[in-house]
């Protein structure tokens, strides 16, 4: 959809300027269309981390879901953030 813009970020916003119908009827599918721009992340982490990184999320979340991870790794960015500028 970006690429179809002619834009590098879309929002919902030019979207729905662009295509009514979609952000109407299809909302998931415009949702779809500015995630699939986010930046993705992948850390491949050794076993022995991975599970004491599970064990602090069930620790502090109460689950252990895709949810949570999200939850647990934006909640670290934040804070390296915070740090680190």
């Known amino acids: 959809m970006s690429e179809w813009?002619?834009?590098s970020n879309i929002t919902e916003e030019d979207i729905q300027a662009s295509q009514p119908t979609i952000s109407r009827h299809f909302p998931m599918l415009t949702r779809f269309?500015?995630?699939?721009?986010?930046m993705r992340l992948v850390v491949p982490l050794p076993r022995e981390k991975a599970l004491k990184f599970r064990d602090a999320v069930i620790k502090k979340f109460g689950s252990f879901s895709a949810m949570k991870v999200r939850e647990a790794a934006n909640e670290a960015?934040?804070?390296w953030i915070e740090t680190h500028q």
């Open 5 to 7: 813009l002619g834009k």
């Open 33 to 38: 269309y500015v995630d699939n721009q986010k």
């Open 77 to 79: 960015i934040e804070k």
